[in-house]
């Protein structure tokens, strides 16, 4: 079976820290999408980033980027600068290739501290 | 704005009771979903349309029922079978085709609760 697993339930870090979020997951395909989502307080689900497996190069989208180990079988999310407003719940998430289902973490919530 | 509307924001259901949760989205994607979010959980599937008049069930899909009559309309009732339908319900959508891995969007959600 597919899974994906997030091993920190929560964390807290102080405002304009780096924080690293950890993810593995489990596949036996080659090739595959990786997304963290995030759902801060007011519950919407807002997509901070994507990558594709059959690229080496990690994502970024400003203060987020990923450290993508495909061997390993990683996806971390890297928030530099960390804000006030990134305090949330993040899933990190795993889509086979060519299907439409999404496989979600249990959610890692962070804490930015003032 | 093109987006996901889901009403209502808050529902209530007496024992006993059907109630349906409402989704709309005007991105015209082919695709949309519902998920059930519990506290500690990350979320899960319950129901899942590639195509109007076409859906397959999620992981959870005992005690709902949708139905996928117009492109742009996902209905969710929780029928007296759900147990314990007590949840946070997120409606997602997303395009098909492509080299897939297509993010999915998603609504505001509905909490619904027991009364």
């Known amino acids: 079976a597919q899974t994906v697993t997030q091993s920190q339930p929560e964390m807290s870090v102080q405002e304009a820290e780096t924080v690293t979020l950890s993810c593995t997951y489990d596949?036996?395909?080659?090739?595959?999408?990786l997304f963290w989502y995030k759902q801060p307080p007011s519950r919407q689900m807002i997509l901070v980033i994507r990558?594709?497996?059959?690229?080496?190069q990690n994502a970024t989208e400003n203060r987020f980027s990923v450290n993508f180990q495909k061997a390993a079988k990683s996806f971390s999310l890297k928030i530099s600068d960390s804000q006030l407003g990134d305090t949330a719940m993040y899933f990190c998430?795993?889509?086979?290739?060519?299907?439409?289902?999404?496989?979600f973490g249990k959610g890692t919530r962070l804490h930015i501290l003032p | 704005d093109g987006g996901i509307t889901q009403s209502p924001k808050y529902l209530f259901r007496k024992e006993g009771q059907n109630v349906t949760l409402s989704c709309e989205q005007n991105?015209?994607?082919?695709?949309m979903y519902w998920y059930r979010q519990d506290p500690g959980q990350g979320l899960r599937l319950i129901y899942y349309s590639q195509i109007v008049n076409d859906f397959q069930k999620g992981d959870i899909a005992e005690g709902y029922s949708v139905s996928r009559e117009k492109k742009e309309s996902f209905p969710l009732t929780v029928t007296s079978a759900q147990k314990n339908p007590t949840a946070f319900y997120l409606c997602?959508?997303?395009?098909?085709?492509?080299?897939?891995?297509?993010?999915?969007?998603f609504g505001d959600g509905t909490r619904l609760s027991i009364l």
């Open positions: 998430a795993f889509v086979p290739n060519r299907d439409d289902k999404i496989i």
């Open positions: 991105l015209n994607h082919d695709a």
């Open positions: 990558q594709e497996a059959y690229k080496q």
């Open positions: 997602a959508s997303s395009i098909i085709g492509g080299q897939g891995g297509q993010p999915q969007h």
């Open positions: 596949t036996s395909e080659s090739n595959y999408y």
